[in-house]
């Protein structure tokens, strides 16, 4: 099995940076891709073997940190300053930044996303559904967009 090449990104978003990193295969050229959305208080990190596992068998794969996600993060902006739609933004760009990039195959994108990043990649997916060829969700927090359970 090819080990995958991590490519170190820095994605300007709105005047801030989200850092990410790219995963793939040195001799692939236009692959499906993957982008990667993890959960509230998570980075990119939490996600990056799932990246790497994808990227080892045929996928272009991007992990990034949401802006204000996490204390850990080395995105940019406060924690404070996070909601679902800020975060929302934040993948749309990365979704423009990936499209952009000569590796990825646009006919072939795909969102996955786990817990709140799940619940922003399908609203994303739903702003752009014609651009998406797929969507995984682990565990999506549909609830978060309801507000307080109390």
């Known amino acids: 099995m090819q080990k995958s090449l991590a490519e170190t ?3 300007e978003c709105g005047g801030n940076v989200l ?5 793939r295969q ?12 993890h959960g ?11 990246a790497r596992l994808l990227a080892n068998n ?22 404070t300053r996070m909601s679902i ?11 423009r930044f990936a499209q952009s990039l000569n ?13 709140q990043g799940g619940a ?6 739903d702003e752009i559904f014609q651009q998406i060829a797929g969507l995984v969700l682990f565990y999506p927090a549909f609830v978060i967009p309801a507000g307080p359970l109390v």
Do not use: C, H, M
């Open 58 to 79: 045929g996928f272009v794969s991007i992990v990034f940190d949401f802006s204000g996600r996490s204390n850990r993060s080395k995105s940019s902006v406060s924690v």
């Open 26 to 37: 040195d001799d692939l050229k236009s692959q499906p891709t993957i982008i990667l959305s």
């Open 103 to 115: 590796y990825v195959n646009n006919n072939r994108l795909f969102l996955f996303g786990e817990s």
């Open 19 to 23: 850092y990410g990193v790219s995963y």
């Open 9 to 11: 990104l820095q994605i």
């Open 40 to 50: 509230l208080g998570e980075t990119y990190r939490d996600v990056a073997e799932y």
């Open 85 to 95: 739609f800020s975060e929302k933004n934040d993948l749309l760009t990365v979704i």
């Open 120 to 125: 922003v990649s399908a609203i994303a997916t």
